[in-house]
């Protein structure tokens, strides 16, 4: 149980163009979700939370107009990077919490590798 | 501001040589402790959640436990697979629907056949 999956895993684009990333929970309902960034060797930062149906809360730095962000549904959540440039180029992994199993706990993804030429 | 500090930063162990990696973490009242391993490339696996000081939770050769300061995880004759990093994060208390986890820079943990 408590499976979260990511697509792509990995994308290569050229700059100036957007690139979509979705985020499932598979076998739950993940009324909110969360969206994080790793540079190598590095920890995960926290870029935004994801609340389904609302809009999503950013973290301060984090550009609400580049990095843009769906919760339409209680199984997906979608981060869309606009008009990318080489400095997005990252390892940005989603978190979803399983509001109905009574813990605090966050299911991660896989990741999705995204390089940006 | 929360803060997470895991020491030490790499551990090199010998198959079989038990060891333990350090979560000192500054939380204003804290709702949740976190441990995930990662491995290189993929997103962290959930190892254990701890709520209250004095609380241990054990999962095969590891054992994690809290404090009021800080979390210990405890590796037991260690093997080769269970290299990787080891992340730690806690959650605090805030109101509303704020469930925001604060990471520590992980230990990256070798052990050697």
């Known amino acids: 149980g408590a499976v979260v999956s990511q697509h792509p895993s990995r994308v290569i684009c050229k700059s100036g163009t957007s690139v979509k990333i979705e985020c499932r929970s598979l076998d739950f309902q993940a009324t909110t979700m969360f969206w994080y960034r790793q540079f190598p060797k590095q920890s995960l930062m926290l870029m935004a939370t994801s609340n389904e149906g609302s809009k999503a809360t950013y973290e301060q730095g984090v550009e609400k107009d580049k990095f843009l962000i769906n919760h339409a549904s209680l199984t997906l959540s979608t981060l869309t990077v606009t008009s990318a440039h080489p400095e997005d180029s990252s390892f940005y992994i989603c978190s979803a919490r399983d509001a109905t199993s009574g813990t605090e706990t966050q299911y991660f993804g896989p990741g999705t590798r995204l390089l940006v030429l | 501001e929360d803060q997470v500090t895991q020491s030490p930063e790499a551990l090199r162990l010998q198959e079989g040589e038990s060891s333990s990696l350090n979560c000192s973490y500054t939380v204003s009242g804290l709702r949740g402790l976190f441990w995930y391993r990662q491995d290189p490339g993929k997103g962290p696996e959930f190892l254990f959640t701890?709520?209250?000081a004095g609380e241990e939770k054990e999962k095969e050769r590891l054992k994690a436990t809290l404090t009021k300061k800080e979390s210990f995880l405890h590796i037991t004759a260690p093997k080769p697979e269970d290299s990787a990093t080891y992340l730690c994060a806690v959650q605090a208390k805030r109101g509303g629907s704020n469930y925001k986890l604060t990471f520590g820079k992980g230990t990256l943990l070798t052990v050697n056949p």
């Open positions: 701890l709520y209250s």
